[in-house]
DNA sequence: GTCTATAATATGATAGAC
DNA sequence: GTCTATCATATTATAGAC
């Protein structure tokens, strides 16, 4: 009970956060392949080694696990979205941004796979924010897309498509990784797809 | 019991094929938004208009509907592909179809996503038709964009990973639709979408 | 904090009347 | 062929001992 080395707001012990993150991690595995309903409680103790009464003291329920989940994925999604900088060159700024989106969608596909059933399930619990915080920062970096454009650095093109197509082959290496796997030698050459969704994406866009 | 106006094997009256095919109607409705667990045969009969043992009469299971729509999509989504002639002008051929994909991804969104989610779940029940028959048409068209490229009709790209591009960037106007109607003024334009696309996809393939 | 046991509910599938 | 009623099971969530 004692609070001498709690510092914030919310009063969580070290071992409690390592709990927690314990969950939301074991979690991701489970949701981001069979979705909410396909995904039991006890899939997810069993994963995290622990009971499922225990599971359900660290989050009240099933849901609260998957919102915390939804919330925790989305933080980091955005940021080298955001990152894209007006003052840059736009090839190199565009290059880093797809690589930087490649890399995650082998490193990390789960997170990917958890967003992408959530919007194919009607992204009930994210289409506020889609609508009002996503936008506005799309559209800002569809102005900087547009911007460039202008200044004759970028052969014109919609910008908002744009970014939807960045998007789309980006992180179809992660959603679709196992219809890939299928139809390729495996392991996938990364460097090779790195290379070739650049040219794909960005050859059409360079000035020369 | 009479089958007088019967010709072939399975033999089904022609009330029966149109049940079957209601269910299945109904069903890719709910299937392609909430997958496989998230659906219940409950949801499936209420849109039908039937009784759950009436839908059970007609499939004998849950998993015997979705294998059924599982099957009947994917006959349909190879067709456009197939169709990449290799004797035709390649630009003529790539554009026919990304925008014949693009068409499919606005008309026919569900069955996309009934595909998508079942690839991201791991797709247990095709993993084996795309390693083989899916693989071969694949490697096949993927050797038509090699020659084109070769006989300098192409500027060079690895060929399978510009399929892999135009089903993601395609596709995701079916799978995303969420998304997209969240970042764009509703209803979207159609016109705009395609012609952004095919720019973006195939800008950089073309030689002069 | 963690467990076993269990309540409460939802759902797949079947039995049997009509 | 279609229905109501029901069984059997799975799963969320809680109660209460330790």
Redesign the interface.
């Known amino acids: 009970m004692s609070r001498t080395s709690d510092d914030s707001a919310p009063k969580k012990t070290r071992i409690q956060e390592r709990r927690e993150k314990l969950v939301l991690d074991c979690a991701l595995e489970a949701f981001?392949?069979?979705?909410?309903?396909?995904t039991t409680i006890d899939q997810i103790a069993a994963k995290a080694d622990l009971s499922k009464p225990n599971v359900l003291y660290y989050f009240k329920s099933k849901e609260d696990i998957y919102l915390s989940l939804l919330q925790r994925t989305l933080e980091g999604w955005l940021d080298p979205f955001i990152a894209i900088d007006v003052a840059g060159d736009p090839m190199t700024e565009l290059e880093a941004y797809v690589l930087a989106k490649m890399d995650m969608s082998f490193d990390q596909p789960l997170p990917s796979?958890l967003f992408?059933?959530e919007?194919?399930?009607?992204?009930t619990q994210m289409?506020q924010s889609?609508?009002t915080t996503?936008?506005a920062i799309?559209d800002e970096k569809a102005a900087v897309f547009q911007t460039w454009m202008d200044q004759g650095k970028l052969?014109p093109?919609?910008p908002?498509?744009?970014i939807?197509?960045i998007?789309?082959?980006t992180?179809?290496?992660a959603?679709?990784a196992?219809?890939?796997e299928?139809?390729?030698d495996k392991p996938p050459n990364r460097a090779?797809?790195k290379?070739?969704?650049i040219?794909?994406?960005?050859?059409?866009?360079r000035v020369n």
Chains 1, 2 share one sequence.
């Open positions: 981001a392949t069979n979705g909410f309903h396909g796979r992408a059933i919007v194919m399930s009607g992204a289409k889609m609508r996503l936008r799309v052969k093109v919609d908002h498509h744009l939807f197509s998007w789309s082959v992180q179809h290496y959603d679709f196992v219809q890939i299928c139809l390729l090779l797809a290379a070739a969704v040219d794909i994406l960005l050859r059409g866009l």
